[in-house]
T-cell receptor, first 114, second 115 residues
Framework: GDSVTQMEGPVTLSEEAFLTINCTYTATGYPSLFWYVQYPGEGLQLLLKATKADDKGSNKGFEATYRKETTSFHLEKGSVQVSDSAVYFCALRGYGGATNKLIFGTGTLLAVQP | DSGVTQTPKHLITATGQRVTLRCSPRSGDLSVYWYQQSLDQGLQFLIQYYNGEERAKGNILERFSAQQFPDLHSELNLSSLELGDSALYFC??????????????FGPGTRLTVT
């Protein structure tokens, strides 16, 4: 079945450092890919998405490119801030079928230190 | 604010009991999804309703059931609770009729603690 694998955390960075959180997927067809962020004590917020190969999703300085050849959707940010500290989830929505359920990775905790 | 509301925010109950979690989707959204987030299982899809009908089932236990009402709000019923049912339960909604958009918007969650 479809699945998502993302890098283990926690990831600890200093403010203004470059961030990469790796995400790879296994799916048939052409899934849509998402990054969600969960701040402490809150629900999940959609950060960015890409619905077809080579699409780049971007939001709030974060970017991720849908790479079908490597089945990857790595999250990047050029300069992180303390306020980016949160848990980041990579997710996919399968192609076709009757449901739009999301399949999530295990989440990666990011801690940014001043 | 995603526009999805969930009540209660916290719930503490004993093993063997039954609880009901409530979700109100964003205005106009026809689909409601329930997810469970636990330390050992991560974030897992439980069940989806679309306009009152069950559309898909995931890893939902037989002790759990859900329904979506004519006003589109949904309830997740958990019965014969066990310690392992302690988790954060999220509701998400999507699919405004005719909009062709399937992005899911999540509520703040209900934290269930079974003692």
């Amino acid at each position: 079945g479809d699945s998502v694998t993302q890098m283990e955390g926690p990831v600890t960075l200093s403010e203004e450092a470059f961030l990469t959180i790796n995400c790879t997927y296994t799916a048939t067809g052409y899934p849509s890919l998402f990054w969600y962020v969960q701040y402490p004590g809150e629900g999940l917020q959609l950060l960015l998405k890409a619905t077809k190969a080579d699409d780049k999703g971007s939001n709030k300085g974060f970017e991720a490119t849908y790479r079908k050849e490597t089945t990857s959707f790595h999250l990047e940010k050029g300069s992180v801030q303390v306020s980016d500290s949160a848990v980041y989830f990579c997710a996919l929505r399968g192609y076709g079928g009757a449901t739009n359920k999301l399949i999530f990775g295990t989440g990666t905790l990011l801690a940014v230190q001043p | 604010d995603s526009g999805v509301t969930q009540t209660p925010k916290h719930l503490i109950t004993a093993t063997g009991q039954r609880v009901t979690l409530r979700c109100s989707p964003r205005s106009g959204d026809l689909s409601v999804y329930w997810y469970q987030q636990s330390l050992d299982q991560g974030l897992q899809f439980l069940i989806q309703y679309y306009n009152g009908e069950e559309r898909a089932k995931g890893n939902i236990l037989e002790r759990f059931s859900a329904q979506q009402f004519p006003d589109l709000h949904s309830e997740l019923n958990l019965s014969s609770l066990e310690l392992g049912d302690s988790a954060l339960y999220f509701c998400a909604s999507s699919e405004k009729a005719g909009a062709g958009s399937y992005e899911q918007y999540f509520g703040p969650g209900t934290r269930l603690t079974v003692t």
